[in-house]
């Protein structure tokens, strides 16, 4: 299990993590989320020992990380994909990590099976893919079958395969009693894979709940209402009927209503008695990502403003040719003045009283010329 207590980072008059309580148990697939910039690489950074806190503790199986006796035996961890010495190959990369953690050579083998790494176990890693580093990461994080698990964007460049099983890799690894923990932002995947989730905004906790006790906290629920679309009087006396209930009704765009405040018994029940057929009555269930940016609405530091592209009007197209002066039709063109010319050569100063100034010896033109 993992539990931090009034866990605090600063950086200066900058604070990445302040006062985070929390506990990662075993046996379930805790989400960790959060904005970023919302402090969740430095607080796994603590939780692995790599940053000091200033202030609060953190511990692994209820010692700091830094006392275990071998730590990669008790917990793997996947940080970066990219920390990875780029001469060398897959195996040797997992075999100098066995070798250190007094692991057998025959785990790494295995563990390049688990991963699909096994065909270029002896490729170097500089030309390896996005996803097949993340691959050999996890490789790394399970070299020592440890106990408890961290993982920070461990689906990151994978394709729909890889992701699928990422995904049941985590649950797999939690069914066994293993504490997983796992930072992502791809909502859908964590709806999919977490039992658990924590979420932090600005160095905060937003939240430590289940799954689907945050998406039911976070979320206003809703039944879609759809009547015949060729009976729109009907739909006007449905609304107004569900109205007078005590009902909020909003029209959907695609002709429903979305009604508020009534749950989906009462509303067949007015249906019926207002004879008004019904097409659809249904629940709305709201997604972990609709959830999700409703918590962190207000902790979200970087937004994006709508370009209205004003700046690209104000300015020449890119390589339009500048603005030459009309030629005159069926006339003669006269050169420019001396004066008005910037190609003309520079006009020579008046002569000083006494007679003109002797001239310069021309240079050489030719190389017989320089002798």
Known sequence: ?????????????????????????????????GP???????????ILGL?????????????PYRAAVNAPREVGALLDAKAVHGGRTARNHLLS????????????????????LQDVARRRSKGFSLGMGQRLGIAAALLGDPRVLLFDEP?????????L?????MKALAAEGRTVFVSSHLMSEMA?????????????????????????????????????????????????VLAEAGARVMPE???????????????????????????????????????????????????????????????????????????PVGGWYAPPRPEENPYAAPVAPPVAPGGPAPLPPAPPTTPEDAR
């Not at 300015?315 to 009309?326: H, I, L, N, V």
């Open 1 to 33: 299990m993992i539990e931090a207590v009034g866990l605090t980072k600063r950086y200066g008059t900058t604070t990445a993590v302040e006062n985070l309580t929390f506990q990662v148990r075993p046996g379930a697939v805790t989400g960790f989320l």
């Open 36 to 46: 970023n910039g919302a402090g969740k690489s430095t607080t796994m950074r603590m």
């Open 51 to 63: 940053d000091n806190p200033t202030s609060g503790t953190v511990t692994v199986g209820g010692r």
């Open 97 to 116: 990590l066995a070798q250190l953690a007094g692991i057998p050579a025959r785990r790494v083998d295995e563990v390049l099976g688990v991963v699909g």
């Open 155 to 163: 689906v990151n460049g994978l394709d729909p395969e890889g992701i």
């Open 165 to 169: 099983w990422v995904r049941n890799l």
């Open 192 to 240: 999919l894979t977490a039992d658990h989730l924590i979420v932090i905004g600005r160095g905060r906790l937003l939240a430590d709940m289940s799954v689907r006790d945050f998406i039911a906290a976070n979320s206003a629920g809703y039944a879609r209402v759809r009547t015949p679309q060729d009976e729109p009087e009907r739909r006007e006396k449905l609304s107004g």
């Open 253 to 327: 765009p695609d002709g429903a209503l979305r009604v508020m405040g009534l749950p989906l018994p009462r509303i067949s029940d007015l249906a019926h008695e207002a004879d008004v057929r019904l097409w659809e009555l249904s629940p709305h269930q709201a997604s972990l990502e609709e959830a999700y940016m409703r918590m962190t609405q207000g902790s979200v530091d970087f937004r994006s403003s709508q370009d209205d592209k004003s700046g690209l009007r104000e300015q020449p197209p890119f390589g339009a040719a500048p603005e030459m002066p009309e030629m």
